[in-house]
């Protein structure tokens, strides 16, 4: 069965701009994450969503936003990116409501100039 | 807040010698502990979780309360060995991971 994808793999944008990643979780899996991960700050939680609704937010600040659609599938947006914004960002999804049984995606590499 | 401490950078062992990853916890209570893996180039995986206490491509980890810690061992390391390992704690009440720095292992013939 397919795993968690996360499209696309790579991302170039400027600072100002704006950019959406999308992931899509193992099929029946409800519940979908996003982390960013860097080389000073490690991995960081930044939200998660279970049936549409986002459950819990990490301390990031307002640009980062989240959805997800009724097939579960999920995209993240970060609105007028900063240098700081260049990260991998993860995304992983579990099956239940609760628990932490998560499988990771490859990952958006984003990069900022 | 809670925090999961993994000390070491980097850790460099030679093929066959035990391996001792060291993380330790902040909570309290019953937490969830779990290693996660990411090899060279590939996503990062579950290796174990404590609470289902099983030995994964020879690793384990015992849960020690009293030193609140989870340390991940193996008694001989094989090359394929060397990859990123991360520490993580669940947060039960945002159900997310709260991860460490993580910890390179270099495994050298």
């Known amino acids: 069965k397919a795993g968690v994808t996360q499209t696309p793999r790579y991302l170039i944008k400027t600072r100002g701009q704006q950019v959406t990643l999308s992931c899509s979780p193992i099929s029946g899996h409800r519940s979908v994450s996003w982390y960013q991960q860097t080389p000073g700050q490690g991995l960081q939680f930044l939200f998660e969503y279970f049936s549409e609704t986002q459950r819990n937010k990490g301390n990031f600040p307002g640009r980062f936003s989240g959805r997800q659609f009724s097939n579960s599938r999920s995209e993240m947006n970060v609105s007028t990116l900063e240098l700081g914004d260049s990260a991998l960002y993860l995304c992983a999804s579990s099956l239940g409501a609760t628990g932490f049984g998560y499988t990771f995606g490859s990952g958006t590499r984003l990069t900022v100039v | 807040a809670q925090r999961v401490t993994q000390p070491e950078k980097l850790l460099s062992v030679f093929k066959g010698a035990p391996v001792e990853l060291k993380c330790n916890y902040s909570y309290s209570g019953s937490p969830e502990l779990f290693w996660y893996v990411q090899y060279s180039r590939q996503r990062l995986q579950l290796l174990l979780r404590h609470i289902s206490r099983e030995s994964i491509k020879g690793f384990t980890a015992d849960l020690n309360k009293g030193e609140t810690s989870f340390h991940l061992k193996k008694p001989f390391a094989q090359e394929e060995d060397s990859a990123m390992y991360y520490c993580?704690?669940?947060?039960?009440?945002?159900?997310?991971?709260?991860f460490g720095t993580g910890t390179l292992l270099a495994v050298q013939p």
């Open positions: 993580a704690q669940g947060d039960g009440a945002t159900n997310k991971l709260i």
